[in-house]
């Protein structure tokens, strides 16, 4: 039935046999669509390893999140307890509660432990933290597959398939050492959006609501998109008789798989609580969300109106008991405004997208704008069919909600990425229809249309090159000013900072000094840790919020006042690296402070440089009270 679509031309006799043999490689195709896309999952991921070999081989783990990941796992398989996500080297000896779960620790966990056993542990660690964010790539990709063959006829579901190589920020977070818990709750999301649209109620019920379960379980990130769900599942139990068949299944998945998930992955710290993860607090709230959904389902309400009513009673009731006991559960972030002054407001990805320069938010928004222009497209097409119209308006009321969320944050901006991939693999895979089989102007528009995908999917290469070109349209040669030459040099310091110091070699020569606490930037902490046996005080992690600060006041301040402070943490080494991106806050912020004079060679009396190897980024300096 799928196959139906598929691209058929009566031409001439020898292009006639090789269009019938085209045809029948996309109906073999359509039939094995799981396995062809499993075969586009080899190949993406074996280029993508081959790629990324070199920085597989320094181990270059450049997000903060990859090396607490990798560190939490390292502790756990050496023996720290299941439930015990506290990082004893963050801060010690108090240490720094992490606020995630084990789930996404047991890949790479597994991966570890068998490649250790025939690989040293370097080499096994590094193949693990390689391989395992190409896993949840390929939950990715089959899920995107299952909701394009859902809402399209013929075969856009090969190009939905490889569409993540066009989405630059939602595939970022699948490349080897990406090893953060992102790139799974991106594609449970997706997992979930194909529970939503499955034809089979009951399975697609049990899908979304599992899938949401799992989500909730790793992190809190994806909430609103879950929410938005639940929204969407309890609107088509309102417009739909019968519809009951799919929410129910829900509903039982998600409030139990929520409380079994709670009961084996939640850790110490989180059966508290808390908001920032899943707690007490959301085993109850989606506890009494989904015993709603039950209720709603067994009652014997014939019309919409009635059933409209009785969705925002148990709504109503649910947001209600939630706000009543945890009311400071409703902010972004549960962190006091200096926390949010000093750290939080530096944080790129906590920006809105409308902040950023047109050469980084074009490519940024021109996929999912141009998916949820052709979802709406879409839902026009199939106005007369009402279950395709529903999976379409669930497709693009999602995308849009993605893209209008990159407006608060461009943390979304992934997740808008990839929920718009169906929609423009349909205009895609359309417009090469109307080329192969259109007649008249439909041929010329199937050629824009193609044109454009292409441009959409590589506007991350296009545009930025074309916004150059546009600049200098006058054909003269830019003006290079006294001032943009400084700060093109100044940007560059920066990248070079911001890459060497976290290097493999530069951080392992630290191990030639005895195990310390050393004080750095909060950044460079995780780094720090994850590489060395030394510890550090603070990482970005909002649950460590003293200790941020006190890294804030300490640079912001006067040398008396890093001294005092590093004394109460009892740091023996401060580790400085000039033009570290962080440090250009400070420095921006107190051009007086400690961290400013630092980098104008202002060392005070009780700080000694320590030799460790000639070349090294950065200055180690032995802190003497």
């Not at 939602?170 to 997706?190: E, F, K, N, S």
Request: contains cysteine; glycine residues 8%; positive net charge.
């Amino acid at each position: 039935m799928m196959g139906s679509g598929n691209i058929r031309l009566a031409t001439g006799k020898g292009s006639g046999t090789k269009r019938a043999r085209f045809d029948a490689v996309l109906v073999w195709a359509d039939a094995n669509w799981k396995w062809v896309t499993f075969l586009c999952w080899i190949g993406v991921a074996s280029y993508y390893l081959a790629l990324r070999s070199e920085t597989i081989h320094w181990f270059a783990l450049g997000d903060t999140d990859d090396n607490m990941r990798y560190l939490q796992v390292r502790d756990w398989i050496e023996g720290q307890g299941w439930f015990d996500l506290r990082q004893y080297r963050l801060n010690p000896p108090v240490g720094a509660d992490i606020h995630w779960s084990r789930i996404v620790d047991l890949p790479l966990g597994a991966l570890m432990l068998f490649f250790r056993a025939f690989l040293t542990e370097g080499h096994a660690d590094r193949l693990a933290c390689a391989i395992a964010p190409l896993l949840p790539l390929l939950l990715l990709m089959l899920s995107l597959g299952f909701v394009t063959r859902r809402i399209t006829d013929g075969s856009a579901w090969l190009i939905a398939v490889l569409g993540p190589l066009g989405a630059p920020m939602g595939l970022g977070m699948y490349v080897p050492l990406r090893i953060d818990h992102h790139g799974w709750q991106l594609a449970l999301t997706v997992t979930m959006l194909a529970g939503i649209v499955d034809p089979k109620w009951v399975r697609g019920g049990i899908v979304a609501g599992l899938a949401s379960a799992l989500s909730i379980a790793i992190g809190m990130e994806m909430m609103v998109y879950l929410v938005g769900a639940g929204a969407l599942i309890g609107l088509r139990w309102v417009f739909k008789e019968g519809a009951s068949r799919r929410m129910f299944p829900y509903a039982v998945a998600l409030g139990g798989g929520t409380a079994v998930l709670f009961l084996l992955f939640a850790s110490i710290a989180n059966r508290q609580p808390v908001c920032d993860a899943l707690s007490p607090i959301w085993v109850a709230v989606l506890g009494l969300a989904a015993a709603g959904m039950v209720v709603l389902t067994a009652l014997p309400l014939r019309t919409w109106p009635v059933r409209l009513a009785a969705a925002a009673v148990v709504g109503g009731l649910v947001g209600g008991f939630a706000w009543m006991n945890w009311p400071q559960c409703f902010s972004a972030y549960q962190i006091s405004p200096e926390l949010q002054r000093l750290w939080l407001v530096n944080i790129r990805e906590a920006k809105s997208v409308a902040r950023e320069s047109l050469n980084v938010a074009i490519p940024m928004l021109a996929l999912p704008v141009f998916g949820s222009i052709g979802a709406l497209i879409a839902c026009v097409t199939v106005r007369r069919d009402p279950e395709k119209l529903w999976a379409w308006g669930t497709v693009a009321l999602m995308t849009m909600f993605a893209l209008a969320l990159t407006f608060w944050q461009i943390r979304a901006a992934p997740a808008a990425q990839l929920l718009s991939i169906p929609a423009a693999a349909w205009v895609g895979w359309a417009a090469l229809k109307a080329i192969l089989d259109g007649r008249g102007i439909a041929r010329p528009l199937g050629i824009a249309a193609v044109a454009a995908v292409g441009a959409i999917l590589s506007a991350s290469a296009v545009y930025p090159a074309a916004y150059r070109t546009i600049a200098n349209w006058s054909g003269k040669p830019p003006v290079v000013t006294a001032a943009s030459k400084a700060r093109k040099e100044r940007m560059e310091r920066i990248r070079r900072a911001n890459a060497r110091c976290r290097t493999l070699p530069a951080l392992a020569a630290l191990n030639r000094l005895p195990p310390a606490t050393i004080f750095t930037v909060v950044d460079l902490g995780p780094r720090l840790i994850a590489t060395t046996h030394h510890s550090a005080i603070a990482g970005p992690y909002h649950r460590n919020g003293e200790a941020i600060l006190d890294i804030h006041h300490a640079f912001d301040g006067t040398p008396d006042m890093f001294r005092a402070i590093a004394a109460r943490h009892k740091a023996t080494y401060l580790l400085f690296c000039p033009d570290f991106p962080e440090g250009t806050v400070y420095q921006s912020r107190s051009p007086r402070g400690f961290y400013a004079q630092l980098a104008r060679g202002q060392v005070p009396v009780w700080l000694h440089p320590v030799t460790l190897a000639s070349g090294m980024p950065y200055t180690l300096y032995r802190i003497a009270y």
